[in-house]
């Protein structure tokens, strides 16, 4: 039996980023209540939410439901312990609050980051492995809501998602940065090109978000990524060919190589102290493949697919910007 959510009362916290602008908009098409939330509101003191405050948590008595979009999840953040600090203690208050108010729906947004790199298929069942802080932090995350979920009866729902990189229009993320580089003509092909990356598409992620408000009380885990996954170098050549681009790739920098610039950017950055656009995790990032597979979705259809995705975002962030 799938549950009635029509009457639920939503708070989206860290909703005035990428992610929550997107599912605000969906729930709103479809007349859903909700509230964002998000520490951006400092201006508004009846939206201003920050996890690491638990005293600003007070705002969420009343709801039923909290999606819990907010995270330190950049690539350069420093100190490092500002992913502890938000992605576990934070979520660690938003449980206590959840406690208190007696809500019993959360729905927290992970990340593949949890497997790491991997050349086959990474389903919710693969073995943890992550490489970096982030996933480290997320998947401590996790195993608190876990814990929330297990000392608490029945009626209570618990949703993990594990989305893949997202993209969308108005999202200036490493899809993006990619994409500007070839329309740029900057672009320089590392590697073979033959990895795979799984991505996901903001508005097929939201719609899904909101498809799980309905599944039944209980715990339920999901990876999610727009199929069919593309291959460095088919990625590549289908954006070239958005902008007439020749479609050859006539230059590529070996693997090794590659990571060597990553570290010579590295020590730059840390002898400077200033964040650098191209890092070895960066570089990494775009070496390894990291194929994900979702084992059930419940019956979800995505609205759009992968390669319509690319389209929408490119046409909306270049080839109708004025500014170009």
Same mark, same amino acid.
């Given at each position: 039996?799938?549950?009635?959510?029509?009457?639920?009362?939503?708070?989206?916290?860290? %909703? @005035?980023?990428?992610? %929550?602008?997107?599912?605000?908009?969906?729930? /709103?098409?479809?007349?859903?209540?909700?509230?964002?939330?998000? =520490? =951006?509101?400092? /201006?508004?003191?009846?939206?201003?939410?920050?996890?690491?405050?638990?005293?600003?948590?007070?705002?969420? &008595?009343?709801?039923?439901?909290?999606?819990?979009?907010?995270?330190?999840?950049?690539?350069?953040?420093?100190?490092?312990?500002?992913?502890?600090?938000?992605?576990?203690?934070?979520?660690?208050?938003?449980?206590?609050? @959840?406690?208190?108010?007696?809500?019993?729906?959360?729905?927290?947004? /992970?990340?593949?980051?949890?497997?790491?790199?991997?050349?086959?298929?990474?389903?919710?069942?693969?073995?943890?492995?992550?490489?970096?802080?982030?996933?480290?932090?997320?998947?401590?995350?996790?195993?608190?809501?876990?814990?929330?979920? &297990?000392?608490?009866?029945?009626?209570?729902?618990?949703?993990?998602? +594990?989305? @893949?990189?997202?993209?969308?229009? #108005?999202?200036? #993320?490493?899809?993006?940065? $990619?994409?500007?580089?070839?329309?740029?003509?900057?672009?320089?092909?590392? %590697?073979?090109?033959?990895?795979?990356?799984?991505?996901?598409?903001?508005?097929?992620?939201?719609?899904?978000?909101?498809?799980?408000?309905?599944?039944?009380?209980?715990?339920?885990?999901?990876?999610?990524?727009?199929?069919?996954?593309?291959?460095?170098?088919?990625?590549?050549?289908?954006?070239?060919?958005? *902008?007439?681009?020749?479609?050859?790739?006539?230059? +590529?920098?070996?693997?090794? *190589?590659?990571? $060597?610039? #990553?570290?010579?950017?590295?020590?730059?950055?840390?002898?400077?102290?200033?964040?650098?656009? !191209?890092?070895?995790? +960066?570089?990494?990032?775009?070496?390894?493949?990291?194929?994900?597979?979702?084992?059930?979705?419940?019956? *979800? !259809?995505?609205?759009?697919?992968?390669?319509?995705?690319?389209? &929408?975002?490119?046409?909306?962030?270049?080839?109708?910007?004025?500014?170009?």
């Amino acid at each position: 039996m799938i549950n009635d959510f029509m009457n639920e009362k939503i708070a989206l916290v860290g %909703g @005035a980023g990428f992610i %929550g602008k997107a599912i605000s908009s969906n729930l /709103s098409k479809k007349e859903l209540e909700h509230t964002i939330f998000d =520490k =951006k509101n400092i /201006s508004n003191s009846d939206i201003y939410i920050d996890i690491e405050e638990p005293r600003s948590l007070e705002k969420l &008595k009343g709801f039923t439901t909290i999606i819990n979009l907010a995270a330190e999840h950049k690539d350069d953040v420093k100190p490092l312990s500002r992913y502890q600090d938000v992605n576990v203690i934070g979520s660690q208050n938003l449980i206590n609050a @959840a406690e208190k108010f007696n809500i019993k729906n959360i729905i927290f947004l /992970s990340s593949v980051a949890v497997y790491g790199f991997s050349e086959t298929e990474l389903n919710e069942e693969s073995k943890i492995n992550y490489f970096n802080e982030y996933g480290r932090t997320k998947y401590l995350a996790e195993k608190s809501y876990r814990t929330w979920f &297990k000392n608490n009866d029945n009626s209570k729902k618990l949703i993990i998602i +594990r989305p @893949a990189v997202v993209f969308g229009e #108005g999202n200036k #993320g490493n899809v993006y940065n $990619l994409i500007s580089q070839i329309q740029k003509k900057r672009f320089l092909m590392i %590697g073979s090109g033959k990895n795979k990356k799984s991505m996901a598409y903001v508005e097929n992620l939201s719609e899904f978000i909101i498809h799980s408000l309905s599944f039944n009380d209980g715990y339920h885990l999901f990876n999610y990524a727009d199929k069919p996954d593309l291959s460095m170098n088919e990625l590549v050549l289908f954006i070239k060919e958005k *902008f007439k681009l020749k479609p050859k790739i006539y230059i +590529r920098l070996p693997r090794f *190589f590659g990571m $060597l610039v #990553g570290y010579f950017f590295d020590l730059i950055s840390f002898c400077f102290r200033k964040n650098l656009p !191209i890092s070895s995790i +960066r570089i990494s990032k775009f070496l390894n493949s990291s194929i994900i597979n979702i084992k059930n979705n419940h019956d *979800f !259809i995505p609205p759009y697919s992968l390669k319509d995705a690319l389209n &929408k975002t490119i046409k909306n962030d270049f080839l109708e910007r004025e500014d170009l």
